[in-house]
Structure formats: structure tokens, C-alpha cells
């Protein structure tokens, strides 16, 4: 498969980020993870869109709930 050109010129990973992303090895709490979530939609969210604001989005987010 040719070469992708936007992969030629990567440049080396910093070691110094790699060391800090290796000792760095905690679980994510589940706060956390909700709060990443609510993120997530804000962010995706219409721009245009008036009335969405990160507390409405986490108010949302405490009522609507995904079947499994």
C-alpha cells in the first residue's frame, strides 16, 4: 500500500510526554467518565443551538437514560 502523505513527516513522540503517559496509569472514576460524557454532548451540541449550556446538558444527562 503506498504511503500516506499525511504520515511522512511525523515527528518522533516527545519522551518526555511518553514517561509521563506511561506513570500516569489510574483508573478513570465514574465521575469522571460522566463528566467526560456531558463534555462530549456539549460539545457536539448545534452551535447555534440557544438554551444548551453544559448545566443543561448534565441536567439531561440525570433524566435520560440508555436501554440496554
Known amino acids: 500500500m503506498a ?5 511522512e513527516h511525523v ?5 518526555e510526554l511518553i514517561r509521563l503517559l506511561k506513570e500516569t496509569n489510574r483508573p478513570v ?3 469522571e467518565l460522566h463528566e467526560q460524557r456531558i463534555s462530549f ?3 457536539n ?4 443551538a440557544e438554551g444548551i449550556t453544559k ?3 448534565r441536567r439531561a444527562s440525570q433524566n435520560i ?3 440496554t
Open 3 to 7: 504511503d500516506r502523505k499525511q504520515f
Open 11 to 15: 515527528p518522533a513522540p516527545d519522551p
Open 29 to 31: 472514576s465514574e465521575e
Open 41 to 43: 454532548a456539549f460539545g
Open 45 to 48: 451540541a448545534p452551535a447555534k
Open 55 to 57: 448545566d443543561s446538558v
Open 65 to 67: 437514560k440508555l436501554s
